[in-house]
């Protein structure tokens, strides 16, 4: 193979670790989010039975 190649494919190889990485992120962040709206939602909820 041509240093070219190999240069493209490390590359390549980088950027889609990348992309994995913010997509992990992301899902996180959005569960994240998730829970501490159900967690508002059921403070709110006890707060009304009181």
């Known amino acids: 193979m041509s240093k070219v190649v190999i240069a493209v494919a490390c590359l390549s190889l980088f950027t889609l670790a990348g992309c994995g990485n913010t997509a992990r992120g992301i899902k996180q962040d959005g569960v994240q989010t998730s829970n501490a709206l159900d ?11 009181n």
């Open 39 to 49: 967690n508002a939602t059921h403070r709110i909820a006890r707060a009304n039975t």
